[in-house]
Nanobody, 125 residues
Framework: QVHLVESGGGLVQAGGSLRLSCAVSGGTFFFSAMGWFRQAPGKEREFVAANSWRGGNTYEDSVKGRFTISRDSAKNTVSLQMNSLKPEDTAVYYC???????????????????WGQGTQVTVSS
């Protein structure tokens, strides 16, 4: 059974950087699209960024220019480099995978069949 395993969360001061990584474990399976969602306390799950092999990268407006998503096909991983972090970026970040063939990666959580367990990112002011 395929699992998504995140790493790299933690506590950082505003203006700092963190890099999240997500590995596919439990077998060799290549998702059409992979990405990241986040959920802050008391808020709904929110799209952050995603990549599809055919469509490239898509970002939520508030992270454009600060976050960069990348995929490594050889290692079957997806990463999220987060720079210039703000307190409002504080959330649990989830790695996601879309098994269906897509061109443009989806921004909707229901389109992603596989989810990691989440990793906490806390940005202090």
């Amino acid at each position: 059974q395929v699992h998504l395993v995140e790493s790299g969360g933690g506590l950082v001061q505003a203006g700092g950087s963190l890099r999240l990584s997500c590995a596919v474990s439990g077998g060799t399976f290549f998702f059409s699209a992979m990405g990241w969602f986040r959920q802050a306390p008391g808020k709904e799950r929110e799209f952050v960024a995603a990549n599809s092999w055919r469509g490239g990268n898509t970002y939520e407006d508030s992270v454009k220019g600060r976050f960069t998503i990348s995929r490594d096909s050889a290692k079957n991983t997806v990463s999220l480099q987060m720079n210039s972090l703000k307190p409002e970026d504080t959330a649990v970040y989830y790695c996601v995978g879309d098994r269906t063939s897509v061109i443009t990666p989806s921004r909707y959580p229901n389109d992603y069949e596989d989810w990691g367990q989440g990793t906490q990112v806390t940005v202090s002011s």
